[in-house]
């Protein structure tokens, strides 16, 4: 069982069993648990996408969304609230498309992570291991995924990549 | 060595070395061993790669093509007998080219694997850890690969990734 | 800290921290160190991120600019020195748009890194993790890459992977 003020750090690719396996370490604990969905409904395929994440979660949970202010959302809850956080890609995706300060919206979100006020787990996907995408703002978003990636792994306190719905622990 | 019904599951990149770590393993038991082939060749370089697979291999090898029976082929091999199905992600690709039911296929696949008649080992490309890729096909296909390679994984007693030719235990 | 004559070979994706892993190894040695950068500044974009590996470098640097002559950079130095290789998928990238024999140039690095004659540290990237790229270059970019990796890992005595900027150790 993590810490009551800790955060757990889920890396892994699509479709690698990130959300199942934090949803799976969250509901060891006591619920409540809160949801915290940063996914912004695009287009059918991303709809598809949340309905089939929402439809594998059930009792127990609240959700909120926070496309983009996910500082507000986890500074809004109780302590000592276990809290998923699903994911940052997309959350980082959001504030890209809207054109905000990036780098200054990572180190905001980093210092918070910083200081967990419960056992928050957090989704992320590692995005960097295939071929140099061609589009340069597909280069820019692996980038700031990355060097986000790194800064939450460093505040963690546990640290786990995904492959093939196993965990590999990694800190 | 493995179990006499087992299911060994070798996952890893382009060029990380499964076929040879899946063949390093296989051949560490008794021959005859059965080499299970779903390559199609649609074209020159895939000709290339398949005869450049088929050259690494030598004696005390059985191969049976299976670009789309894999479970017909699987079972149709005596009890106790090693195998090596190289690879999961060329059968999905031939069932997805061919517009069949992928999710169907892939649950007959698993369901034969959960009950393995051998020790059978089996490679899977990882294909989740890039950017998003720009077309809704090759969306597709990552969302099926990860998946089968999830349901796979869970039914093996054991899952391997390689990395840069070498093995990093999974399961 | 390294036997004085080994290859410590860190492999990892984009902004996985690979090249930080890599100093915060070679700088736990005395100095001077030696780093090799293989990077050729294309286009702005190539140079920004040169200049942001090098402001990361402080004194005790040596700095040798080897985009194709790294066997050359490697041989030059006195035994003994602790040497940073920045990175491999570069130099490779190099020797490919110059249309040089790829194979037999890697064979030439390989054979000069098994026989290392001081502690050195060399960066490489994984990029076999995605889907298959559309582009046949690309997919010969990726291939050789793979090989090339697979090479020097089993030279090395060592093989790290970096997953959101922590080691995993793979050999």
Not at 23 to 40: H, N, R
Not at 50 to 75: K, N, S
Not at 115 to 144: H, M, Q, T, Y
Not at 145 to 163: F, I, M
């Amino acid at each position: 069982m993590p810490d009551r003020q800790s955060v757990c750090f889920i890396i892994g690719g699509a479709r690698s069993g990130k959300s199942a396996h934090a949803e799976k370490l969250i509901t060891a604990l006591p619920a409540p648990w809160t949801y915290i969905a940063t996914a912004q409904a695009y287009d059918e395929e991303m709809r598809e996408r949340i309905a089939h994440h929402r439809a594998r979660r059930g009792e127990g949970w609240e959700t909120l969304d926070a496309p983009l202010d996910l500082v507000g959302a986890l500074t809004s809850l109780p302590s000592g609230r276990p809290v998923l956080v699903d994911c940052l890609t997309l959350w980082l995706t959001n504030h890209m498309l809207a054109e905000h300060d990036v780098e200054a919206e990572c180190a905001r979100l980093v210092a918070t992570l910083a200081k967990p006020r419960g056992p928050w787990f957090v989704v992320s996907n590692e995005v960097g291991l295939g071929i140099v995408p061609d589009n340069a703002l597909a280069r820019r978003f692996r980038d700031a995924a990355g060097r986000l990636n790194q800064q939450v792994a460093s505040v963690a306190s546990e640290v786990v990549l995904t492959v093939a719905g196993l965990p590999l622990k990694v800190k």
